[in-house]
């Protein structure tokens, strides 16, 4: 088993972020995985003792999300999209191939342990389809030929650079990361510029004059005198177009407490 004293202690670092011990719950899965290479049954134990929840608790955040593993990682997770828009640009091609060249399936780690492969679901990134992540970080407009390169690479040892955002870290170094710790790999942080296409609504928004106003702190919020534009509004202002109407929140309902 991994987890160590200095495991308990960035535990505790953690919840130190946190006004409720259990928000902490989520930093703290990643943080047995940077130890571990998943969230193991141990893990999951040191998570409920830590924050003082059952390990039922524990277990029903640990598999409700997909960037949470049940079972070992290798070094180099690679995640292929095969949603409707990179399904139907060759998605579901490129998977196929990987999977034969690796010999893996879905969910499976090669038997050296460095590789594992995955279907994902929408990866957030249409714009740049057919695409896959190594350990979260984009590999854009790939075909089963480009894809079995950068598999390859990882393969020989190397670190193939992604399309964009920050170099490759392994499985462990990222998880590490997304627990916050970044002082280990923190290089990597100011790596990589964002892609045209993630651009291309702030550049049309400044051709056009169009701006989100200030957020000033010291303003008091009221919801029930809020208001939100639901239609579009002009440019550079906050108030809609003529023609359009705005949505007001309904008053708060008071619910009554239950008697003990």
Same mark, same amino acid.
Request: aromatic residues 6%.
């Given at each position: 088993?991994?987890?160590?004293?200095?495991? *308990?202690?960035?535990?505790?670092?953690?919840?130190? *972020?946190? /006004?409720?011990?259990?928000?902490?719950?989520?930093?703290?899965? #990643?943080?047995?995985?940077?130890?571990?290479?998943?969230?193991?049954?141990?893990?999951? %134990?040191?998570?409920?003792?830590?924050?003082?929840?059952?390990?039922?608790?524990?277990?029903?955040?640990?598999?409700?999300?997909?960037?949470?593993?049940? *079972?070992?990682?290798?070094?180099?997770?690679?995640?292929?999209?095969?949603?409707?828009?990179?399904?139907?640009?060759?998605?579901?091609?490129?998977?196929?191939?990987?999977?034969?060249?690796?010999?893996?399936? #879905?969910?499976?780690?090669?038997?050296?342990?460095?590789?594992?492969?995955? #279907?994902?679901?929408?990866?957030?990134?249409?714009?740049?389809?057919?695409?896959?992540?190594?350990?979260?970080?984009?590999?854009?407009?790939?075909? /089963?030929?480009?894809?079995?390169?950068? @598999?390859?690479?990882?393969?020989?040892?190397?670190?193939?650079?992604?399309?964009?955002?920050?170099?490759?870290?392994?499985?462990?170094?990222?998880?590490?990361?997304?627990?916050?710790?970044?002082?280990?790999?923190?290089?990597?942080?100011?790596?990589?510029?964002?892609?045209?296409?993630?651009?291309?609504?702030?550049?049309?928004?400044?051709?056009?004059? @169009?701006?989100?106003?200030?957020?000033?702190?010291?303003?008091?919020?009221? /919801?029930?005198?809020?208001?939100?534009?639901?239609?579009?509004?002009?440019?550079?202002?906050?108030?809609?177009? %003529?023609?359009?109407?705005?949505?007001?929140?309904?008053?708060?309902?008071?619910?009554?407490?239950?008697? %003990?």
């Amino acid at each position: 088993m991994a987890l160590t004293d200095q495991t *308990r202690t960035q535990a505790r670092e953690i919840i130190a *972020r946190y /006004p409720v011990p259990r928000s902490a719950l989520l930093p703290m899965l #990643h943080l047995v995985q940077a130890e571990e290479g998943y969230v193991s049954p141990a893990g999951i %134990a040191f998570c409920a003792e830590e924050l003082e929840l059952t390990k039922a608790q524990v277990a029903a955040v640990a598999t409700f999300y997909t960037m949470y593993k049940r *079972r070992p990682v290798g070094d180099y997770l690679v995640s292929v999209c095969t949603n409707t828009m990179c399904g139907v640009l060759g998605g579901n091609r490129t998977f196929e191939a990987l999977s034969e060249r690796l010999g893996v399936g #879905h969910d499976q780690t090669t038997e050296d342990g460095r590789i594992t492969l995955e #279907h994902a679901e929408c990866l957030a990134a249409c714009d740049y389809a057919p695409v896959l992540t190594v350990n979260y970080e984009f590999f854009d407009q790939m075909d /089963p030929d480009a894809a079995l390169d950068v @598999v390859k690479q990882l393969q020989d040892g190397g670190r193939p650079q992604p399309s964009r955002g920050a170099r490759l870290s392994t499985f462990r170094e990222i998880e590490m990361l997304l627990a916050g710790f970044p002082e280990a790999n923190a290089d990597v942080l100011a790596d990589g510029p964002a892609g045209a296409p993630t651009l291309a609504g702030a550049r049309l928004a400044e051709d056009r004059g @169009v701006s989100v106003p200030g957020f000033d702190p010291s303003t008091p919020i009221n /919801p029930a005198k809020a208001s939100a534009p639901a239609g579009p509004l002009k440019a550079g202002s906050t108030e809609p177009e %003529a023609g359009t109407r705005t949505l007001t929140p309904p008053p708060a309902v008071d619910v009554p407490k239950k008697e %003990a």
